[in-house]
Each structure stands twice: as structure tokens, then as C-alpha cells.
């Protein structure tokens, strides 16, 4: 069984910064790609970050140059930093993992429980 477990929500004034935590524990053989994605009341769950296991990474435009995101391989850990946050950064947060339990087989779409953000005006 794997598992994505994600921490680090809260709620934050306008122009604050949270840290988001996702680790991934079971059965792994390898993790491909590690990433953020975010669902407001009433939206579309809509992408945030990537991250590479190799460490590239690929924003969304309204959060390029005030989010970053990364990813401790030996933790099996992606995080994603948030500052400048704005009210529209409200949402529940979800990791996502493209993930290996076994070397020949594909991977598979993981995805954790989520984690509230919410930024006040």
C-alpha cells in the first residue's frame, strides 16, 4: 500500500508564508515525478508545481516567483513553499506522485488527503 501525507496547512494573513510537507511511505521502488495541486470551493482541481526526480520543476502562473517547490529523494519528501500568499492562494492542497512499487511495472497516480491553506485579507 502507498501513501501520501501531506502537513504543514493553516491559515495565514495576506502576505504570509506556509511550508507544505507531502511524504510518501509503503511499498515504493521509485518516485517519478512529485507535485502540488490546489482546489478552491466551487473550482476545478487545478495544477500548482512539479517537481522531477531529477529536480526540474514547472510552475503555475499565478504562483511563478512565489512558490517554490522541491523535493528530498531520500526522504521521499516533496515540499512546497509558499510566500507572498494571497487571499486567491485559498484552497485544500494536494500532493501528487507518480510512483514505482515494483521495477517493471508503470507507475502510478497517487494523490494525498489534502491540506487546507487559508489566507485572510
Known amino acids: 500500500q502507498v501513501q501520501l501525507v501531506e502537513s504543514g496547512g493553516g491559515l495565514v494573513q495576506a502576505g504570509g508564508s506556509l511550508r507544505l510537507s507531502c511524504a510518501a511511505s509503503g511499498s515504493i521502488f521509485s518516485i517519478n515525478a512529485m507535485g502540488w495541486y490546489r482546489q478552491a470551493p466551487g473550482n476545478q482541481r487545478e495544477f500548482v508545481a512539479t517537481?522531477?526526480?531529477?529536480?526540474?520543476?514547472n510552475y503555475a502562473n499565478s504562483v511563478k516567483g512565489r512558490f517554490t517547490i522541491s523535493r528530498d529523494n531520500a526522504k521521499r519528501t516533496v515540499y512546497l513553499q509558499m510566500n507572498s500568499l494571497k487571499p486567491e492562494d485559498t484552497a485544500i492542497y494536494y500532493c501528487?506522485?507518480?510512483?514505482?512499487?515494483?521495477?517493471?511495472?508503470?507507475?502510478?497516480?497517487?494523490w494525498g488527503q489534502g491540506t487546507q491553506v487559508t489566507v485572510s485579507s
Open positions: 517537481v522531477t526526480s531529477g529536480g526540474s520543476t
Open positions: 501528487n506522485a507518480d510512483i514505482k512499487k515494483r521495477p517493471w511495472e508503470y507507475g502510478n497516480n497517487y
